[in-house]
């Protein structure tokens, strides 16, 4: 059992967005947005462009040569103690946990805060088994609480006002906390250091993996990742196949870039480095270290040229920060972990164009986001592609939308790009149109164009440019 989505209804889920986030959202964006502003200014252009070249080249380096630098790190981290695994798919690394947590007799696993571990569903499938887990992420705390998922890839629970996480606390709690972050912060502290001590198992996701020494990178602002890697006696990493770097020195150059963008910081709080499990009984740590290799249709997302940028993705959360869309319905409205424009290019191809054909479409290809992207993923220019993929299909994946859309789409294809058929299709419209508009507007269209004014009204077509022009000047 997982809760993996198998259907998003990108337009259905934005109505159901809670007429108060769009405020919270923009309230948070804007903050980091300024923060991050602030440092890339001290830097200077040059620099900041010269850093986001060389991480572009970095990553489409590493996720060009996966071949050799998975087989690279898996033997660093094999010949260090640890144990890897392959995962296919969500369904093989749910199971490959499953089998580790049935071995040592797991009862209660402990999270940090892990990409990788939402999109394969796995919080559910665990429970299914009896374990309970505990998400040890401030933000993933508070939203696992209240039985949801991340809205935001860095800030799990950003829409959330003080004021609601401590009537969250009160309610699932019973504590009276007031509503202050650092009093807040403190209740959870308190709930979560006795977790830590009885759990069995500690999971984790990691921002990179370093292939020259099977280093596993974990880049965050709380303590928690620290102590589900450490504390107990089995620690579970699930690192997607994309995630591999080949060396520090490329390293270094993603940590500089990411901290900046993601939450306005030159370094992060904590950025711990794991490199397999303690090598003797003097050394303390888990005394069994796993690493699980994820795919799940990013081979499939490599061998598409024209989407493939796609990978070089760090997980900042800029774009979606910066994302006029998202700022209006947040991080729900995508139905998936991974939101914004990030997680539309991402789900749409991992959950295939019949499931999230929609995604695509959720944006306004301003190009915000591509501007902002510190690893230079040309955003906007895979989104239309994967557009075309959704109308037309592709070599990767045959069209998804409904026949009557793609026919609608060829036909105004052909009518927009022949001049007597696009005047003759404009007049006859004028007149076809009569009975649904009002006011100039029509609020309800029929059939297939429903889809459009389900969520906004359609403007009546008016007296085309050329009889206008026409007229203005008595020809
Ligand atoms: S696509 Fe770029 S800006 Fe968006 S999360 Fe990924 S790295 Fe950050």
Redesign the pocket.
Known sequence: MSHVPTSIDFRANSQRVPPTMAAAVQKATTKFLGTRATLVEALGDDLWQALRQAGHEVRLHAITHLDHYLVQAERAVTKAGGHVHWARDAEEARRIVLDISAKHRVKLAVKSKSMASEEIGLNQSLEAAGIRVLETDLGEYIVQLKGMGPAHIVVPAFHLSKEEIAALFREKLGVDAPAEAEKLTQVARMKLREEFLNADLGISGGNFLVAETGTIVMVTNEGNGRMCSTVPPVHVAIVGIDKIVPDWESLAVLLKVLAR?ATGQKITCYTSFISGPPRSDAETGPREMHLILLDNGRSRILGSPETRETLL???????LNICPVFNNVGGYAYGYPISG??GSIFASQILGGKAAGGLPFASTLCGA?ND????K?P?TDILLHLRHRVVEGDDVEGAAAPYTLRVGAQAGSVALGTTWLYRMGSQMLKRLQAPWVREGWMAKLPGPLSRWTMSRPFPAFAADFRSWWRRRSGG
């Open positions: 963008s993705c760090i997980r900042c959360g800029a774009c424009p990030t986001c902002i992207c510190p690893v993923i955003i």
